[in-house]
């Protein structure tokens, strides 16, 4: 693939490298570090002019750093004449502050759009936003991937039996009559509240038949696991068998993992979107590689090529 460079920010260079790989290209080559006063510093160490590039960042705590590296990184080609700059964000930052709910806050969701194309991005690439509305601020092109496509074929190769897909909320149920329809199976719904700018869901009742059934719960993001761990809870109380659940992006902060490893949740299958660190690695989670799905588009981007089929499935 001529004329094509990608790029990894400081945390990013494991996913790129397997970006790389399926590309058959190498990893570009930046240097990027701290001066003692904490200011980063970027150089690209290859000539970027004219060329069609890719800058791939994770969201590997602390995401604000994250964010000015990105930035900067964005900066520096724009300075180097690259031709077209594309951000590749396997999660956006900020996803969850979409909407202005409550006096006073901020959309930082939209303050995250305004500054990637301030500082000179031509298209963004990300994958399973938190609310797709997400999408729609963007002046630039902007492309949407699903990890839905990963999910479902790793449990239809489990071959699974007495399948009921379960929505943890209102807002997750499409979502859920999605899989369903796929998997052919029954969805069920439980109600949840959640308390202001808590963290901490809580689960009630439960719409639907789950006795006696495996239950599958899907979700873009598992963050404090609470919403996920109530739900299979109260599944295992209301007499499912084996409760497995999946998400697009592995946050798990704060106690998750702890959480996790107590639940009566069997397995947990997550993508790489972001990087799993050494002390999040527990046998309960399973991670998928998400990165040739990325790949794929960034072929086709730069070749010009449809991205419709790397969406939403609709079946």
């Known amino acids: 693939m001529k004329e094509i460079k990608v790029f990894a920010c400081n945390t990013a260079e494991e996913f790129t490298k397997e970006v790389c790989d399926c590309l058959k290209i190498e990893i570009g080559k930046v240097e990027s570090y ?11 160490t290859e000539s970027v002019r004219d060329k069609d590039i890719y800058i791939i960042q994770t969201t590997l705590p602390p995401v604000n750093e994250r964010i000015m590296e990105l930035l900067i990184m964005i900066d520096a ?3 180097a004449a ?3 700059i594309n951000v590749v964000l396997p999660y956006y930052m900020y996803s969850r502050s979409d909407k202005k709910d409550q006096p006073r806050v901020p959309v930082t969701a939209k303050l995250i759009q305004q500054l990637l194309e301030a500082a000179g991005a031509d298209r963004v690439i990300t994958c ?16 949407r991937l699903t990890g839905s496509h ?7 190769d489990k071959h699974i039996k007495d399948i009921v897909v379960v929505a943890t909320d209102a807002g997750s149920s499409k979502k859920a009559y999605k899989y369903s329809t796929f998997f052919k199976c029954p969805m069920a719904l439980i109600d949840k509240r959640r308390e202001g700018n808590k963290d901490k869901a809580i689960a009630g009742s439960i719409i639907g038949d789950v006795k006696g059934k495996n239950a599958l719960i899907f979700d873009d993001e598992v963050s404090t696991a609470g919403t996920m761990i109530e739900a299979a809870n109260i599944l295992k109380t209301e007499g499912a068998k084996e409760i497995y659940a ?10 998750a993992i702890e959480k996790i490893e107590n639940s009566p949740i069997k397995e947990l299958v997550v993508t790489n979107t972001i990087p799993l660190t050494p002390e999040k690695q527990i046998e309960k989670i399973k991670v998928l590689s998400i990165a040739p799905l990325f790949a794929e588009a960034i072929r086709r981007v730069h070749e010009g090529e449809a991205l419709g089929d790397l969406f939403e499935y609709e079946r």
């Open 34 to 44: 701290k001066f003692k006063n904490d200011n980063n510093f970027v150089q690209y």
């Open 77 to 79: 080609a724009k300075r």
């Open 82 to 84: 690259a031709g077209r």
């Open 128 to 143: 399973d936003l938190h609310n797709a509305a997400i999408q729609a601020y963007f002046n630039i092109p902007c492309d």
């Open 150 to 156: 990963l999910l479902r074929k790793y449990f239809e």
């Open 246 to 255: 999946g998400c697009t992006h592995a946050v798990l902060c704060g106690e």
